[in-house]
């Protein structure tokens, strides 16, 4: 996939009054891989903080990709869910800003969906992607550290996960850069469309 990254930079969180920009969206249980996944796509080791201890990203944050040749566009980073050890005031938190996020009335062009492989599709994921496909956007799972297990295991990962949701996931892994450029053209495909004829095409 030939897409060249121009420049690739933090902008802000949900609390900043930013302009209007196709998004993609990672969303998944803390430690996952969302900030790396990002990281992975962008070749940039550190653009998004990530870290050992689930809960590192706290906010919702956008980073703004410009490219040579198509619109930017913002990735946007949500904070994870599942984290047990979080106090009930920071879960009520995480409700209040993805809920502000997807109330916002913004240009939400695909939404990535990630799964740790090894755990496979639970409820919460499921009902998040039934919550997405309602509101007619674009969806996509991504099966996320397949570097931690053997092929057949891998298979078996994907199976159950398109078994659970009825699509079939991304595999990928951000530590050995296997199935990263596959999100690429799920991006480009959302892209080479204005924000009319995405519409047009999604309200079908
Ligand atoms: N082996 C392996 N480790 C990974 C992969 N992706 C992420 N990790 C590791 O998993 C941990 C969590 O990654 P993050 O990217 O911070 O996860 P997150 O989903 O952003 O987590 P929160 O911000 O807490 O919601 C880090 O230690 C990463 O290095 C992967 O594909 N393979
Ligand atoms: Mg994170």
Redesign the pocket.
Known sequence: MNIKIRDAKYVGTIYNNLKILPEVAFI?R???????LINALLHRKNLVK???S????RNVNFFQIDFIGLPSIYMVDL??YGYSKVSRAMKKNWHYIVERYFTSNRDLRLAIILVDIRRGMEEEEIAILRMLEDAHIRCVVAA??I??IGISQRQKGGLQIQKACGLSPLLC???SGQGISDFWKEIRNVLSMDRQRYEKVNSK
């Open positions: 998944g803390s430690n996952v891989g969302k900030s790396s990530t870290s050992k689930p809960g590192k990203t904070p994870g996320t550290k570097d931690k892994s951000s530590v």
